[in-house]
């Protein structure tokens, strides 16, 4: 072990900083945390007892400078391009016709990325150094928010072996959804409002005035892009620039991929849109650009975005739509769950008219009123969900909702047991709701498995007085099925067969 105290900071930084890359940037860390926590502590002492020795981009460094009044506008060495949209395979074919038409020829393979639904950055290292990290804003012009990135564990302040002189990258800096998840889950226990997702949140922290509180959210980033590069090595293709940028320390996402051709860019967009949600990270669509340098040169820019690279959306799992009214719903256990009835919006690829609010305490905590813009998200196979409102669009005297005090279906009090969230009509089998609920499920696959009684057989045969309590099912008559309109012997004898 050295025992020259600067000697001994610089080995620590360094093996604190290889650490570092292993766990926040590849997520394979070599060594237990005990371990790690212990270097960090050495380094921290040895740092306390020599303060002269402190390095501006030491490991210890990230949550230095001040809280801020405002951020400073950062003017962009490159414009932070914008991406064309497209929405569909027939858009991204007839991209590729342009691409083809312009070069005269295919262009020399594709990059295909996943595009992640965060907040864009700029990040720029002088000698190997971060130095500066700057939103998008116009594209022109962002703001400095040097301080806040710089908490960021997964920025290098230090890039490795063979970094520039001057260099600017730009990434997505995002919220892990396990850590959004966590984070509302405090939110939660504490009687807080939850956060609307992870794109919201992660942009917000970036945003704090206190740096403090952006080193708690647990943010990361993806770098998918050089933007401006003087004293580097050669480079033929965006493939290599990433490659190279992945060398320097910086986080590139692996699930990129190369696309000899038009046919593998259209696979990967469906292998994308399949697994969408297979990561922790939240994504919108992927980034094609076309791989070559000199083909990129070639192609050029329009005038708001670069013809060379274009963003394939997928249909959104958000929207917003009016919320009309908050109703019960009293399900087959007897539990009243409220629910929001929307004027209808497509989302997630279906029509959603319904969505549910789960119960009465995190209905409050969302704060969701009869009138406001509310936000649904239906994600994959996800039931329909209202996230919480717009509150710039509420309009004047909404008021706070409450769990009605009788049931709508039975007149029964509702009553919420001690200590528990969910709340339950007191009718028992009385309450129509929950009979009706409660004889569907029997009848399904979940439960008897009884062909032939679906939902709307239960309700009419309900609504007509046939069936009472749950065990009126098994005495039912043939001639009281036999009587209704569309039921004849065939369907009859196989309901009774199925019972
Ligand atoms: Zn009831």
Redesign the pocket.
Known sequence: MATDPAQRIADLSKAIRHHNHRYHVLDAPEIADIEYDEMVRELEALETDHPELVQPDSPTQRVGGPALDAFSAVTHRERMFSLDNAESHEDIAAWEARLERMLERPPAGYSCELKIDGLAVSITYENGRFVQAATRGDGLVGEDVTANVRTIKSVPLALGEGAPELMEVRGEIYMPVSAFDELNRKQAEAGERPYINPRNTAAGSVRQKDPAVTAGRNLSVWVYQLGFITGGPPLESHWETMEYLGSLGLKVNPASARAADAAAVHAYLERAEKDRHANDYEIDGVVIKVDSLDDQAILGFTAKSPRWAMAYKFPPEEKTTLLEDIRIN?GRT?V?TPYAVLDPVFVGGVTVTNATLHNEGELQRKDVRVGDTVIVRRAGDVIPEVVGPVLSKRPRGAKVWKLPKT??????P?VTPEGEARAI???GF?????LREYLFHFASRGGMDIEGLGYRTVDMLMSEGVIRTPADIFTLDRDDVLRFEGWGEVSVTNLMNAI
Do not use: K, M
């Open positions: 009293v007897g009243a049931c709508p279906f039975s007149g029964h509702i009509c007191t009718g009385d309450c129509p709701s929950r």
